[in-house]
């Protein structure tokens, strides 16, 4: 069974930083595209940050030059580094993996249970 364990959520002052991660377990061969989405209360969930198995990234407009997604392959983890936070980022992050290829087969657009991540002073 594969499961996706998001960490590092919390409360932080406007212009601080987090670092969340999300780690993949099971019987793991490869994960193709993983990333961020963020829900805040009351609005749809939105897309913050991708990247690619070989390492290519994208982000929404609002989180480029403040946030940075990584991953290390080996440890089928992904991370966001987050800084300068600001109120407006306060939302729960889910990581999601577009495709995970285990020793039994392929599960696809697969999500963590998020990790809420709250700025305020």
């Known amino acids: 069974q594969v499961q996706l364990v998001e960490s590092g959520g919390g409360l932080v002052q406007p212009g601080g930083s987090l670092r969340l991660s999300c780690a993949a377990s099971?019987?793991?061969?490869?994960?193709?595209?993983m990333g961020w989405y963020r829900q805040a209360p009351g609005k749809q969930r939105e897309l913050v940050a991708t990247?690619?198995?070989?390492?290519?990234?994208a982000y929404a407009d609002s989180v480029k030059g403040r946030f940075t997604i990584s991953r290390d392959n080996a440890k089928n983890t992904v991370y966001l580094q987050m800084n300068s936070l600001k109120p407006e980022d306060t939302a729960v992050y889910y990581c999601?993996?577009?495709?995970?290829?285990?020793?039994?087969?392929?599960?696809?657009?697969?999500w963590g249970q998020g990790t809420q991540v709250t700025v305020s002073s």
């Open positions: 999601n993996a577009d495709r995970i290829i285990t020793a039994l087969g392929s599960v696809y657009d697969y």
């Open positions: 099971g019987r793991i061969i490869r994960i193709t595209d």
């Open positions: 990247i690619t198995s070989a390492g290519s990234t």
